[in-house]
C-alpha cells in the first residue's frame, strides 16, 4: 500500500501561516509614527559586502545585523539620533541621523590600522546585542584567522579550522569532511554560494574544496538551525565566496611546494558589477613522475562570481564552482571525481523594509573508478536543480520576519560499468538511476518580547515524493533484509516481483513539521543565556562501510524501504564577555536524538548494489555532549582554547528482519565518537614583519572493530570479531606551528608580498590512522600493524598580493 501525506493538515499549517503573515502585516501599521534607514554595509577598500555588520542607534536597544548580502534596515521612532556601524576586524563608524522620513543610507568601512595597536572598544550596544541575539550553536570564521592557522603541507584550510572549533571533529588524519555534534558525514549540508557540495575533499581529505584566497564569510549551524534550511540533521555549513573587488583590479595568490593558487578580481560594467576567477592547482603528481614514482595525485578547481547591478533596488549574481581529482596507482587503476555548481541570483529590494533572493542553482557530483588490466571504467553521479526564494521583512526593531520556499529534484546515477577497449571481457551494466523530488516552505520570527528577552521561532514543512522511472523490486513479507538463524547472518529477502512506476510517477511521500525555536535572556550587560530545540528531517543517505569518505561511497534517497531521518536536537548555553570583548566564553551543552539512521548489515556490498535495501538495517542515534569555547579576541595574541565532553552512540535492533540486529541491538559507539577533544589555536603578531601561529590537539581514538579470537576451517585460520565499535585506535595528539614573514610593509608599494613557514605535527607523532592484523608468514604469529599517514611535515609558501 502507499502511503500518501494527508493534504488537509498540510492545508491547515499552510492555511495557519498565511493568517500568521496577515496578523503581523496588519498590526505593524498600527504602532507610533515610526520612520526606516536601510542601506549596504561595505569594504571600503573593495568593496565587498559585510555580512554580520552590527548596525545600531547609540544610546536605545534598536539594531540589526546585515544579511548574507549586506542589507539592513532598522525602524525607529521620529527622532535625533547617532548611527553607529561596527564590525570585527573594522574600525567603528558613527553617523549623525535626523529620522523625519525614510532613508537609504549605504556605508563603507574600514579594516583596522596595521600599526599594533590595542584595540579600544568604545561601546558596548553591539557586545549587548551579540548576547541579546537567540541565536545559538554557531560558528563564525573570519578568513583573515583562518589564514594565520598553520594547516598541513602548507595549504589554508577552511574545514580544517572549523575542526578546531568545538563540537566538531574529523573522522581521522587526512580524511575530509565534518563530523558535528556526534553526526556523520552525510548528516551536514555543506553549501557554497547556496549550492550543495557533496564531497568536501580534494586528494581524500589532504585539502579542502574551499580556496580561501575565494571566501567573504564562514558560518557553521551546529544546532538551532533557521528554518530556512533543511534537509540535514546534523547541521549546515554556509559558505559564501567574495563578490569581487568593484574598486580596482587585484591579484592575489600563493606558490607552495605542493600546489599553486591565483585570483584575480575587479570591476567591470563600469562601477555597476564586479568579478572574481580564482584556481588552485597541486602539481604532486609531476613532483612522483620525477622521483620514478609510479602512482599519481593531483587536483585542480576554479571558483568563479560576477554581479551586476541593474539599478538601487535590482541586483544579478552568478557564479560558479569547478573541481576535479585525478588519481592514478600504477597499472592496476585510476579514479577521477568532483564537484561541480553553478548559481543564478536575483536580489530585489521591494522596498525598505522588504528584501528579497530568488536563486537557481544546480549542483552535481560524480565519480570515476577505471580498471585498467580488466579494460571496464565504473561512473556514478548525483545532481541536484534547486529553485528557491527567500524574503526577509523588517516590521520593526522588535519584530523581523523570514519566508519563503524551495524545491529541489535529485537525479542519482547510482553507477554504471562501461568497457574501455573491443577487447574487454566486461558487459556493460546500467544500475537503475533514482529520481525524487524535495519541497519545502518556512516562516521564521525574531521577536523581542521585552528589554532582556528575545525568541527566534520558525516552522518548516517539508515534503519528498520519490519519483518512478525504474522497477521497485517486492520481497516475500515486505521483507528487503531476513535473519537467517542457522547461519546466524543477515541475508537478502526473496524476491518475488517488481513493480513498475512510469516516469513522475510518485512511488512514495513523505512529510514532516519541522519546528525551530531558540531564546535568549540576558542577565545584564556581560552575560546572557540561551536555549534551542530543532526538529530536522533528512530524505537522502549515505552509505559507507569505511571510517573515511571515499569518492565511491553511495548516495541513495528514501523510498519504499528506507525511511527518513528526524531529528530532535535540544541545547542549552551560557555566554560571556569580560573586559569589554577582549575576551569571551561560550558554555554549551546539547542532546540530539534521530530516527530512521541506517547501517549496513556484517558482510555488505555497497558497490555496484542494484538494490541497496538489501544491505542495511534501521535504527536509531543519539549524541550528548557539553562544550566550552574560551576566546582571546584583541591585542597582539588572539585565539581560543575549545574543549568538548561528548558521547556519539547508534541502536540497530533487527526489527521485522528478525534476530536481535547489529552488536545485539544493544547501543555501541559511531565510529566518529570522540569522548575528549581538545584544541588550542593561537596568533601572536610581534611587529609588523613577523607573527606566529600554532594549534595544539587532543582527542580520544576512533572507535574501530578489532579481533578477538580465531579459529581454523580445513586449514584457514579465519578471525573472530569483537562487538561493532567496541575497541579504539590510541589517543590522536600533534602540535603544528607557523611563521609568517612580511618583508615589505610600504603602503605606497601595490606589490605585498609574505612567506609562511609551517611545521605540521612538530613532534612527529605517529598517529594511528588504522591498526591491521594478520600472521607473519615466516613465523605464523598473530601480529598487528599500525598506519601512520604523517609524521612531521614541513612547509614554506609564499603568498602575495597585487
Known sequence: MRRKVNSSVRQRWLNALASLLVLLVTTSGMAQEN?????????????????????????????????EYGFYSITAPKGNYRLLISYMGYSEKYQEVSLDKNQKLDFEISEYSTELEEVVVTADEPEMAVLRKPEMSVSKLNIGTVKQMPVVLGEVDILKSLQMLPGVTNNGEGTGGLHVRGGAQDQNLVLLDEAIIYNTSHLFGFFSVFNADAIKDIKLYKGGIPARFGGRVSSVLDVRQKDGNNKNFALTGGIGLISSRLAAEGPIFGDKGSFLIAGRTSYAHLLLKVAGEKNSASFYDLNLKTNYSLNDKNKLYLSGYFGRDVLKFGNIFDSSYGNTSGNLRWNHIFNDRLFSNMSAIISKYDYDLGFTMEDFVWVASITNYNLKYDLKYYFSDKFKLDFGASGLYYDFDPGQIKPTSDSSDINPLSLDRKKAFEGGLYINAEHKLSKNLTAQYGLRYSIFNRLGGQPITRYANDLPVVYNSVLGIYESGTPIGETSYDKGESVKTFGNVEPRVSLAYQLNEASSVKAGFSRSAQYVHLLSNTAAVTPVDVWTPSGEYVDPQLSNQYALGYFRNFKGQAYSMEVETYYKTVDNRIDYIDGSNLIGQNTIETEILSGESRAYGLEVLLRKNEGKLTGWLAYTLSKSEQRTPGGAAGGL?????????????????????????????????????????????YPNGQYEYEGISVASYAARNSDRLPSYHRLDLSVNYKPNRKPENRWKGEWVLGIYNVYNRKNAASVSFGQNRETGANEATRTAIFGIVPSITYNFKF
Open 35 to 67: 520612520f526606516t534607514i536601510s542601506g549596504k554595509i561595505s569594504d571600503k577598500e573593495d568593496g565587498e559586502t559585510l555580512f554580520g555588520a552590527s548596525v545600531f542607534l547609540e544610546g536605545t536597544t534598536i539594531g540589526v545585523v546585515t544579511n
Open 661 to 705: 540486529g547489529i552488536n545485539n541491538g544493544e547501543w555501541y559507539n559511531t565510529s566518529y565518537d570522540r569522548t575528549h577533544d581538545v584544541s588550542l589555536a593561537g596568533a601572536y603578531q610581534l611587529n609588523e614583519k613577523w607573527s606566529f601561529g600554532t594549534n595544539l590537539v587532543f582527542q580520544t581514538g576512533r572507535p574501530v572493530t
